[in-house]
């Protein structure tokens, strides 16, 4: 079955630095997004990608994120001068039609920043 | 997206059927009733999805009662493995694009 990867699994980094989190959607789905889970907390809605621009975005998705898909295959979240409030498990996500209903989501990617 | 309340949290036996409701008292009538199943450590995972009545799979079973006002997942004879988190979303099919996650109920299944 296929898959929604997420790379790396763990990435730790000191606050101020940028990181950038990457997915392979699964490929033939049209629709990417991030979401975010701060330890503890309910998933949170980040941004939705489709057509090589985002389609939404939350009020948490300000200036110092910014989404990209590089080639056909990838999708990345770019999180610049992080702050330790940023330390979360980032899942990304990805469905092949526009009913919302059914995304699958990736392992997620476990961010520290210290 | 129709604001949902489910019990923040349930514990089982091995074995037994778990039922979990949902309130959406202001389902709209395009709205469509979704739940999902997040393991420790991992991101979401659809299970269901319905409109009215009875729908079943593989994993569990969607009730829905004519007003649609509420909903019940029914996960037949749990095991150790289905220890979750089990979300309730409505919202309308069709607008893709965000899924608005509440606290959904936390699941424990012990021996």
């Known amino acids: 079955e296929p898959e929604v990867t997420q790379t790396p699994s763990h990435q730790v980094t000191q606050m101020g630095q940028e990181v950038i989190l990457r997915c392979v959607p699964i490929?033939?789905?049209?629709?990417f997004y991030w979401y975010r889970q701060i330890l503890g907390q309910k998933v949170e809605f980040l941004v939705s990608?489709?057509?090589?621009?985002?389609?939404?975005k939350s009020e948490i998705f300000d200036d110092q994120f910014s989404v990209e898909r590089p080639d056909g295959s990838n999708f990345t979240l770019k999180i610049r001068s992080t702050k330790l409030e940023d330390s979360a498990m980032y899942f990304c996500?990805?469905?092949?039609?526009?009913?919302?209903?059914?995304?699958?989501f990736g392992p997620g990617t476990r961010l520290t920043v210290t | 997206l129709a604001k949902t309340t489910q019990p923040i949290s349930m514990d089982s036996y091995e074995g037994q059927e778990v039922n979990i409701t949902c309130s959406h008292n202001?389902?709209?009538?395009?709205?469509?009733i979704t739940w999902y199943q997040q393991f420790p450590s991992q991101g979401p995972r659809f299970i269901i999805q319905?409109?009215?009545t009875k729908v079943t799979n593989e994993v569990a079973s969607l009730f829905i009662p004519a007003d649609r006002k509420s909903s019940t997942l029914s996960l037949p004879r749990v095991s150790l493995s289905d220890t979750a988190v089990y979300y309730c979303?409505?919202?309308?099919?069709?607008?893709?694009?965000?899924?608005?996650f509440g606290a959904g109920t936390q699941v424990v299944v012990t021996p």
């Open positions: 202001n389902i709209a009538t395009n709205d469509y």
């Open positions: 990608f489709y057509n090589n621009e985002i389609s939404e």
């Open positions: 979303l409505v919202g309308l099919i069709g607008s893709w694009g965000k899924l608005q």
């Open positions: 319905g409109y009215k």
């Open positions: 490929s033939n789905h049209l629709y």
């Open positions: 996500a990805s469905s092949q039609r526009e009913e919302n209903y059914e995304q699958y």
